[in-house]
T-cell receptor, first 114, second 118 residues
């Protein structure tokens, strides 16, 4: 079955720790994205990548880092510099074909800072 | 900059009835795409329907249709014959083609929580 997987589903972190969220897709999509969702809010873009070894900052990149070493994988690291990291994180991917491009999402990771 | 406005924080609908979820948008892009996603309590965002700015006809996908009024900059989602499984958050989003560095991101509204009553 083709799709996007994210792990873990739930993640707890102590203040001052870095954590990495996994995102893998087997849809052969070129582009991948990370979004953050806070309660009662829409999604905000953290980072996106259109090609391997290249990525761009979104609206709220501060305190986050990413890598794109393989087409299938786009891990997100939430660093200790992120002041309010407790949120729901969603990974998405798409074929990257302009304004008609549909993004498909993974099941999400809920991060809680203790 | 692009902006999506969903003015209905919550909606109730009786099972088997139709419901319209409102979405207005603002953009200076000449070409853009409009999307609706469903987010059940599990959290996953499920793609429902897409409308291109130059499409002549309103998009339909099964029980979902998009009432696109370009002059009014609105893209309302219509769900026909509501089912209990339709209870979820619904997000309107848009993607522009000529937005420069931001051209590959979706801009989301804050969502509407739909509750279907038996």
């Amino acid at each position: 079955d083709g799709g996007i997987t994210q792990s873990p589903k739930y993640l707890f972190r102590k203040e001052g720790q870095n954590v990495t969220l996994s995102c893998e897709q087997n849809l052969n999509h070129d582009a991948m994205y990370w979004y953050r969702q806070d309660p009662g809010q829409g999604l905000r873009l953290i980072y996106y990548s259109q090609i391997v070894n290249d990525f761009q900052k979104g609206d709220i990149a501060e305190g986050y880092s990413v890598s794109r070493e393989k087409k299938e994988s786009f891990p997100l690291t939430v660093t200790s510099a992120q002041k309010n990291p407790t949120a729901f994180y969603l990974c998405a991917s798409s074929l990257d074909r302009g304004s008609t491009d549909t993004q498909y999402f993974g099941p999400g990771t809920r991060l809680t800072v203790l | 900059a692009q902006k999506i406005t969903q003015t209905q924080p919550g909606m109730f609908v009786q099972e088997k009835e139709a419901v319209t979820l409102d979405c207005t948008y603002d953009t200076s892009d000449p070409s853009y795409g409009l999307f609706w996603y469903k987010q059940p309590s599990s959290g996953e965002m499920i793609f429902l329907i897409y409308q291109g700015s130059y499409d002549q006809q309103n998009a339909t996908e099964g029980r979902y249709s998009l009432n696109f009024q370009k002059a009014r900059k609105s893209a309302n989602l219509v769900i026909s014959a509501s089912q209990l499984g339709d209870s979820a958050m619904y997000f309107c989003a848009m993607r522009g083609l000529y937005s420069g560095a931001g051209s590959y991101q979706l801009t989301f509204g804050k969502g509407t929580k739909l509750s279907v009553i038996p």
